[in-house]
């Protein structure tokens, strides 16, 4: 089992940044790609971000430009850098984590990010 732990939510103000962190246990080896998803309370969780084991990224459109994911992999972290804050980003942000040859996915319990306007 892959323990996986998000950190980093709060309260901000339109405009503002803030850096959410995800730490996962197990293997480092073992860890495929690494993703960011968000939700409002009522709605489907989205996809917001992810970044493979070779560093490459994919963003949503909604992000992109604004949002900057990366990961350490000598500390199973990855990270996603967040500017230019607006309220519709306002949501529960979650990590998920690929992991070993089966390709499981393990989620955080995520963590609260409120855009004030």
């Known amino acids: 089992q892959v323990q996986v732990v998000e950190s980093g939510g709060g309260l901000v103000q339109t405009g503002g940044s803030l850096r959410l962190s995800c730490a996962a246990s197990?293997?480092?080896?073992?860890?495929?790609?690494m993703g960011w998803y968000r939700q409002v309370s009522g709605q489907q969780r989205e996809f917001v971000a992810a970044i493979d084991r070779d560093g490459s990224t994919v963003y949503s459109f909604s992000v992109k430009g604004r949002f900057t994911i990366s990961r350490d992999n000598t500390k199973n972290t990855m990270y996603v850098q967040m500017n230019s804050l607006k309220p519709e980003d306002t949501a529960v942000y979650y990590c998920?984590?690929?992991?070993?040859?089966?390709?499981?996915?393990?989620w955080g319990q995520g963590t609260q990010v409120t855009v004030s306007s």
């Open positions: 197990g293997s480092i080896s073992s860890i495929n790609a």
């Open positions: 998920k984590v690929n992991y070993g040859p089966g390709r499981s996915d393990y």
